[in-house]
T-cell receptor, first 109, second 116 residues
Framework: GQNIDQPTEMTATEGAIVQINCTYQ??????LFWYQQHAGEAPTFLSY??LDGLEEKGRFSSFLSRSKGYSYLLLKELQMKDSASYLC??????????WGAGTKLIIKP | GAVVSQHPSWVICKSGTSVKIECRSL??????MFWYRQFPKQSLMLMAT?????????EQGVEKDKFLINHASLTLSTLTVTSAHPEDSSFYIC????????????FGPGTRLTVL
């Protein structure tokens, strides 16, 4: 079956760095997405990786290793507004998005 | 970026009534639209995928006669929850894909349905 694993919850301190990991097993691979979702709102796009390596976009970076079925989202200089759920999703061979359950990130002052 | 709207943003209805939710891509043509449901503290669950002009493809366990999807144009898809019951209360989110050269779904703001 297809499976996306990510931690349920993480806590970090304002100003610090946090890394959210995601491992996946899917039938085919057409890219991995990270989305941010604040409570009661729809997800918003953060990043898309289809090749191995690190993609940096401001305070957020996303890494992909296809051979290991592994990705991480790195958030630097954490701000209170970064408190949200972070969803990892993989597009399979049928171009369907397979979603992880999300990681709830709690930022403390 | 691409903008997707949903209407209404929230709705409260009585058990047994039907509710229609609209999803519109405002500045691009969406060849494919997706309907998701999300219960509190759970991840998104794909309900169905619809392509313009063809019948929707429903995920296993989703009743196609209860959740009617129409994708009549490249900018509009509708989800009708027929004979709604309290267990249908959820956050319904649509997304649209179609920008050339990019496999990304753009999400609408969601519709919170409460069935009394």
């Amino acid at each position: 079956g297809q499976n996306i694993d990510q931690p349920t919850e993480m806590t970090a301190t304002e100003g610090a760095i946090v890394q959210i990991n995601c491992t996946y097993q899917t039938s085919g691979f057409n890219g991995l997405f990270w989305y941010q979702q604040h409570a009661g709102e729809a997800p918003t796009f953060l990043s898309y990786n289809v090749l191995d390596g690190l993609e940096e976009k401001g305070r957020f970076s996303s890494f992909l290793s296809r051979s290991k079925g592994y990705s991480y989202l790195l958030l630097k200089e954490l701000q209170m507004k970064d408190s949200a759920s972070y969803l990892c999703a993989v597009m399979d061979s049928n171009y369907q998005l397979i979603w992880g359950a999300g990681t709830k990130l709690i930022i403390k002052p | 970026g691409a903008v997707v709207s949903q209407h209404p943003s929230w709705v409260i209805c009585k058990s047994g009534t039907s509710v229609k939710i609209e999803c519109r891509s405002l500045d691009f043509q969406a060849t494919t639209m997706f309907w998701y449901r999300q219960f509190p503290k759970q991840s998104l669950m794909l309900m169905a995928t619809s392509n313009e002009g063809s019948k929707a493809t429903y995920e296993q366990g989703v009743e196609k006669d209860k959740f009617l999807i129409n994708h009549a144009s490249l900018t509009l898809s509708t989800l009708t929850v027929t004979s709604a019951h309290p267990e249908d209360s959820s956050f319904y989110i649509c997304s649209a894909a179609g920008l050339a050269g990019y496999n990304e779904q753009f999400f609408g703001p969601g519709t919170r349905l409460t069935v009394l």
